[in-house]
């Protein structure tokens, strides 16, 4: 399993032993809010805690060095859900660094091919 599936599973799932396992010590996630940069422990305690739900995750490409996925995100807060795409930095076989983008879709948005 590649270790973009292996974090989208833990993420969905809440598996923070999974999580810790594949996230490198000195992580460090810059997120596209301004201004906001988190380390291991802070991403993993938001898995499983129902703050951010994503779905349609997709891994557009990964190697062992970078990854790119694409999801949809719908956060707790009532904030609109965004299209995230991240970039991802694989080192030793962990993820080292992640950042994102993010557009907001309106509240009826519908993926191509899907009604």
């Known amino acids: 399993m590649s270790i973009l599936q ?3 599973d833990a993420w969905n799932n809440g598996d923070t032993e999974t999580l810790d396992r594949i ?3 000195d992580f460090v996630f810059n ?3 301004g201004g906001v940069t ?3 422990s802070d991403v993993i305690g938001f898995a499983g ?3 951010v739900r994503g779905e349609h995750e997709r891994i557009l490409y990964e190697n062992d060095e970078i990854g790119v996925m694409h999801s949809i995100a ?3 807060n009532g904030s609109a859900s965004e299209a995230v795409l991240s970039f991802v930095r ?3 076989g962990k993820i080292i660094s992640m950042e994102t983008g993010a ?3 309106s509240d009826d948005y519908v993926l191509i091919g899907q009604s």
């Open 6 to 8: 292996a974090y989208t």
């Open 23 to 25: 996230i490198h010590d």
């Open 31 to 33: 997120p596209h809010v």
């Open 38 to 40: 988190m380390g291991k």
């Open 49 to 51: 805690n129902d703050a």
């Open 74 to 76: 719908h956060f707790a």
């Open 90 to 92: 694989i080192m030793d």
């Open 103 to 105: 557009t907001p879709l």
